[in-house]
């Protein structure tokens, strides 16, 4: 099992688990082949443990140090920015062209129509769909995707190998049987406390690793809305499917509305031509910028 890990992978988790210590300090002060202090190796026995566990089914990890960590489009932090994740299935997915497809949790049967002509496009230019594999929307983007031959990454709030909900195990399959991703930062699983920091964060990593957003369907105070205030805020494009003559009175596109008029047409996908609003969509994604690259 170790064999998965690297040295740096596990002083990088033990720096993290220790109190007082976030992203942007071990970032600045745990660098690559660095010996970890005599004072933390019990930690880091305990988490060498954990991850030889039985209960530990990861194809591996990485950190920001490897070459093949993803390189992130958004204005990110030093405290925000991500510094390892364990995953199952195709890695190299990290690195592709990639649109986060996310939304409510109660999605009807007209809004999964809209959104699989939006994902039908988006595979059919190449893209890799991103989403947190919850119910509803996330759910339709992914099985869309594998339904039509495309790969997708699944962000999860809980380890790899202990996929949540319970519902979601065998599309979580389905997608790494299919040539996708598991990924996640997580090696334990969250208590009550720690689950909803947990999927704020899964959202916030759906935007800051993807290079656009769609938004399906929410209601204002949906989840969706970490993700998609995240892209608005971070210079990650974000659009959402509307139609103002059937969407404009509609609760679950309350938060669809937020994103048209912070945004005006460019705002919006999917409303008449879905492959022509998709292709411009696309485009402004690609315009060359900076990668915020540590």
């Not at 490897?66 to 920015?81: E, L, N, T």
């Not at 509307?242 to 309350?254: C, N, Q, S």
């Amino acid at each position: 099992m170790m064999d998965k890990i690297t040295i740096d992978a596990l002083n990088i988790l033990t720096h993290l688990s220790s109190k007082g210590k976030g992203r942007a300090w071990v970032y600045a002060n745990c660098k690559k082949g660095s010996v970890l202090p005599d004072e933390l190796s019990d930690r880091r026995d305990e988490i060498s443990s954990i991850l030889e566990s039985g209960k530990s089914g990861f194809d591996g990890i990485i950190t920001f140090y490897d070459s093949i960590f993803p390189k992130i489009r958004a204005r990110v932090s030093a405290g925000d920015y991500p510094l390892c994740f364990f995953y199952r299935g195709d890695v190299s997915l990290l690195n592709t062209k990639k649109i986060a497809v996310i939304g409510t949790r109660n999605a009807t049967h007209e809004i999964q129509t809209r959104e699989e002509k939006v994902v039908d496009a988006l595979v059919e230019k190449r893209m890799t769909i991103v989403s947190g594999l919850a119910n509803g929307c996330d759910s339709i983007a992914h099985s869309r995707c594998v339904e039509k031959g495309g790969k997708t990454i699944a962000i999860l709030p809980s380890p790899v190998w202990r996929v949540i909900p319970d519902s979601k195990i065998a599309l979580a399959e389905d997608i790494v049987r299919s040539g996708g991703l598991l990924l996640s930062e997580y090696y334990t699983v969250a208590g009550k406390t720690e689950l909803t920091p947990r999927y704020v964060r899964r959202d916030h990593l759906q935007a800051m690793l993807s290079d656009g957003v769609v938004l399906a369907a929410s209601r204002e105070d949906g989840g969706s809305r970490f993700a998609v205030n995240y892209a608005l805020e971070n210079d990650v494009d974000c659009v959402a499917i509307y139609d103002e003559a059937i969407d404009a009175h509609d609760p679950l596109f309350a938060l669809n509305r937020m994103v048209v008029k912070k945004r005006g047409e460019a705002g919006v996908v999917g409303a008449g031509d879905v492959n022509n609003s998709v292709d411009r969509f696309l485009e402004r994604c690609f315009k060359p910028k900076n990668l915020f690259d540590f």
